[in-house]
């Protein structure tokens, strides 16, 4: 996940840069079929954007280096050219980042979204549960994330249409030995470290905040990678949704 910054922010690349690098659009992916992915959304700021995911119908869950001053959230698009009537905007109410985010670890990079209104379901547009459990991705399980991120280290724009990428677990212990992040910064238990060993995989800029989605069960948020997206030692890291993070999730979003 390269330099994971916002989408398109590069003080965001920092964080973003996802992975705790700087990359986040998908690497190696594919363009998904039209509003097959109703739960992802798009958060745009005046300088740069990042990715999300509709948790309920007034709420979205994104990364919290993805918070900016001004901002929109797009619903029920596929197409950054081509707005049909499916796509529904709105003005963002709150921000709030989990409590002990540290943009330097990458620790806690979680944060929700409130919007100004209810989004309207339906075929477009539609909640992605949250998991039941905190299960831990075992390595070798196939993920799978999606964005608007750029699709190329070259090409600094971001793709015109919805792609997603399959990209495998890779253990802690290899993802913090002197071969990939080599402790800077260390891969937590709070964190998925997922990419391919080969590279030529990842999510990179524009992709923070997505979801990380295993056996089609969402397990975390894009976070950050290293600078230059698809490396085979600088996999994408993801904040993995823990019975810690959920638990603050369902208290903030209660019933509003």
Request: with cysteine.
């Amino acid at each position: 996940m390269g330099a994971f910054l916002p989408l398109y922010s590069f003080a965001a690349v920092i964080l973003l840069v996802i992975h705790g690098g700087l990359c986040v659009d998908i690497i190696g992916g594919r363009e998904v079929a039209p509003h097959s992915r109703p739960f992802m959304a798009q958060i745009w700021g005046s300088n740069f954007s990042c990715g999300g995911a509709l948790i309920k119908q007034n709420w979205v869950l994104t990364a919290a280096h993805c918070q900016m001053k001004k901002g929109k959230v797009v619903l029920g698009a596929h197409s950054l050219k081509k707005h049909g009537e499916q796509i529904q905007t709105f003005r963002i109410v709150k921000q709030i980042p989990y409590p002990c985010y540290n943009d330097k670890s990458k620790e806690n990079d979680i944060m929700l979204v409130q919007l100004d209104k209810r989004a309207t379901l339906n075929a477009a547009v539609k909640l992605i549960p949250l998991p039941t459990s905190d299960d831990d991705p075992k390595p070798g399980t196939i993920c799978t994330v999606a964005g608007w991120g750029q699709t190329s280290n070259r090409l600094k724009k971001p793709s015109p249409t919805l792609r997603e990428v399959n990209i495998t677990v890779i253990s802690r212990q290899v993802c913090n030995d002197k071969r990939h992040y080599n402790g800077k910064p260390v891969i937590t238990e709070n964190m998925i470290c997922a990419g391919d060993k080969k590279g030529k995989k990842d999510s990179c800029l524009g992709d923070s905040g997505g979801p990380l989605r295993c056996n089609n069960v969402m397990r975390g948020v894009t976070s950050f990678g290293k600078s230059e997206c698809g490396r085979a030692d600088g996999p994408g890291v993801y904040t993995r949704l823990t019975k810690q993070y959920l638990q603050w999730i369902r208290t903030t979003i209660g019933g509003a």
